[in-house]
């Protein structure tokens, strides 16, 4: 996996003195893992160091994540504040938090609330959603409207309600509608790039210190089947 350089490589959808917030790429890691790879983390702390000239090292706070071949908004705290106060929205799931899917095939109905039970598995790193409940599993939702029709794929906009491990990408799966790329959640080849075709598009939330409402859209990548959007 190449390693994430200089600030051109980032796209910063909103910034102030509290918070930061990136559109992250296909391949970008959130934060640092076993692989030793240079998460988005730095990249962002070395992006504010040098564009405000700060002496000394930049706080920074991880407030959620990506799964590494998503892409979209991911929202970094600048200050101790902040992430306090993040951290308790995202728990206490006062945000509003909207994805777009790209799925092979249809699901069965335009729109639909999908309630399953998810179970992770850390040998594999994978989740499973289960129609009724099972020992260690937690309580997944989310709403999904069909919105565009492409050549051979179809468009799917996600609302979510819980935030469980790979909770969007089981959840398709179960139903039949694995995401585009997904090898991992049964779509049957992978993407050129090594991602899938999952984008954080929106979220809504209410800024930790101001209070006021922030609403961050991201574009989506640029990419044919994304383009056709």
Known sequence: MKELSNKNNLQVLHEDNHIIVVNKRVGDLVQGDKTGDKPLSEVVKEYIKNKYNKPGEVFLGVVHRLDRPTTGIVVFARTSK????????FKNRETQKTYWAIVKNKPLKQEDKLIHFIKRNEKNNTSKAHIKEVPDSKIASLDYTVFKELNNYFALEINLHTGRHHQIRAQLASIGSPIKGDLKYGFDRSNPDGGIHLHARKLVFIHPVSKEEIKIIA????EVIWNAL
């Open 219 to 222: 574009p989506v990548p640029n």
């Open 82 to 89: 902040a992430l306090t106060r993040l951290n308790e929205l």
